[in-house]
Each structure stands twice: as C-alpha cells, then as structure tokens.
C-alpha cells in the first residue's frame, strides 16, 4: 500500500535467485518513512494489527510499515517471508492496479509471498481476513520445511 515514490526501474540482481536483506541494513529515509507510516496507520491497519500482533496468530511475528527494498509493506512476517497489504478504494482504479501488480511482482521475485486484502473486508470479516493469513502462512512454512527435508517421516518411531 505505501511505497516510495516512484518505482524501481527493475529487480536488483541478487545470488541465490532469492535477496535476504538484514533487517537493519536500512537507510535512514526507509526507516523513517516506515515510522510515519506507523503513527498514521488506517483504521484497517489498526485493526488488522490488533490481530496480528503480539504473535497472536499462530505464533507468527508480524512487524507493521516494514521495509522491503525501496517499498514499504503494511505487514511483514519475516519467518515465512509473507507480505500484507491492505487495499483503499484508490487500489481499485486501473493505474494504482497495475502499480499494485508490477509491486506485488517485484516483492515476489524477491522471495516474498504477498498477500491482499481490502480494507471494507477487515473491517466486514476480521476473522476471516486473519484466518486467510494463518492459513497461507502455515501453507509456506510447510513448503519451506519440505524444501528443506524436516517434513517427518511416518515410519519415524517404528520399528
């Protein structure tokens, strides 16, 4: 939802086919515009977070206004790498949508998930707003472990 002005011309080449970025290697105009972002959160932010944080849901951490590049995201589980925006009506006109796209495709190539919702929708349906959120979530979590070989065998403990 909040971005910097401008967009990226294209994707910083990156080794691995995945960027990970240190949370603090942040310049100070990144790290400042995501506190005024914070502090001038929508209703929709607020109430979203008031899900999210605290690690309330699922166990997940989640941070508001997080730097990811030259973007800003609403929220950011750094554990699973998931991204999520929440949307105002102006997401809805043709040139904020496909800003919208070329970020989400951006963020993507950078090996984080996003995940979108609009702002009426947590307001109308919290919970199943943060159920869609665990559920995707918990979804890359466990493809994240069988990439990595730790799903458990279901012979474990036979024998």
Known sequence: MAAHEGDPPSVPPF????ERASRFSRTRAQ????????RKATWAERLL????SR??????KFRRQHPIGSYV????????RLAVELDGDQHGTD??????ARRTAILEARGVDVI????HEAKDNLN??????????????AEAAARRGDVPSPWKGEG
Do not use: H, M
Request: glycine share 12%; net charge positive.
């Open 15 to 18: 080794q691995g086919g995945k």
């Open 49 to 52: 977070w008031s899900r999210l």
């Open 31 to 38: 790290t400042g515009l995501a506190q005024k972002l914070r």
């Open 73 to 80: 995201v609403d929220f950011y589980c750094p554990e699973v």
């Open 128 to 141: 199943g707003v943060a159920d869609a959120i665990l559920v995707r979530a918990q979804e890359l979590k």
């Open 95 to 100: 040139g904020v949508a496909v800003k919208d």
């Open 55 to 60: 690690a309330q849901l699922g166990g997940f």
């Open 116 to 119: 979108r919702f609009w702002n």
